[in-house]
């Protein structure tokens, strides 16, 4: 059974810095792409940052030039730097992935969230 665990998340001062990884385990051939997402109380979950198998990375334009993804493929783990955080990032922040599990055979896991609150 794949799972996808998140560490890194807490409290932190507008201005600050914080950085969440993702570790990925279990029985599986490859992770596709992966992804960083975010849920803010009361809001539906949106999309952070995604970094593809060739590191081809994406971001929502309100974390551009702030927040950084990036993964180390040999221990299967995504990690999302966020530098200059802001109160409007506070948010549960959830890793994502695509992983393959054999031939022709994918499938899209979730972590189990870490908290980011970011005071003013």
């Known amino acids: 059974q794949v799972q996808l665990v998140e560490s890194g998340g807490g409290l932190v001062q507008a201005g600050g810095s914080l950085r969440l990884s993702c570790a990925a385990s279990?029985?599986?051939?490859?992770?596709?792409?992966m992804a960083w997402y975010r849920q803010a109380p009361g809001k539906q979950r949106v999309l952070v940052a995604t970094?593809?198998?060739?590191?081809?990375?994406n971001y929502v334009d309100s974390v551009k030039g702030r927040f950084t993804i990036s993964r180390d493929s040999a221990k299967n783990m995504v990690n999302l730097q966020m530098n200059n955080l802001k109160p409007d990032d506070t948010a549960v922040y959830y890793c994502?992935?695509?992983?393959?599990?054999?031939?022709?055979?994918?499938?899209?896991?979730w972590g189990q969230g870490t908290q980011v609150t970011v005071s003013s």
């Open positions: 994502n992935a695509n992983i393959a599990l054999g031939l022709f055979v994918t499938q899209t896991y």
């Open positions: 970094i593809t198998s060739g590191d081809s990375t």
């Open positions: 279990g029985s599986f051939v490859s992770i596709n792409d």
